[in-house]
């Protein structure tokens, strides 16, 4: 693949970040610059109106302003997901209807659009049964949950499968980032 420009590779693409308080901050951050560098829109979905509050690794942090309900949004509207984690956001994802059921709509035969999901963010596919016989990473605390999902859990600093892009922790970012945009630029994965 060629060296990715700054500004263009994502023109056109529309991009959701699903997240509500206590997402790691770096881990929507700094994938949303990324891919607003790259040209995509990007759209901060949530179960919560207004803004949310991140969690910078050991305090609240910055606020970020949410543009679309989870019950009101579309996963037919975006070309790919974001799942940031942090521990209180995927935690508080999982059992929210909602939330589940707009990630459930970037996967199945006719979608299989890419997801990217880092730290904890993997325990929301794993609440919606979307992990059995993929290979996956994450924060090494929720290994086991991925593991009893059905998962292949590896040790990476970015695991690919199929368009779903894992990583472990803020320190893996500068991968999962050039990983993400990768899979968006090649679009739907076959469904396996």
Known sequence: MSTLQTGSQLKGKKIAILA???????ELFSPRNAL???????????????????????????????D?????ANSDDYDALLLPGGLFNPDSL????????????????DKNKPVAAICH?????????????????SFPSIKTDLINAGANWVDKEVSVDRGLVTSRSPADLAAFNRKFIEEIIEGKHQAH
């Open 20 to 26: 509500t308080d206590g997402f790691e901050q770096s």
């Open 121 to 137: 963010g993997p325990w929301l596919l794993a609440e919606i049964n979307k992990l059995r016989d993929r290979t996956v990473t």
């Open 36 to 66: 607003l560098d790259a040209g995509a829109t990007v759209e901060v979905i949530s179960i919560k109106e207004g803004e949310i509050t991140g969690w910078d690794e050991d305090v609240w942090g910055d606020k970020v302003a949410v």
């Open 94 to 109: 999982r059992i929210d209807k909602d939330a589940k059921a707009f990630v459930d709509g970037f996967f199945g035969a």
């Open 68 to 72: 679309k309900l989870a019950s009101e």
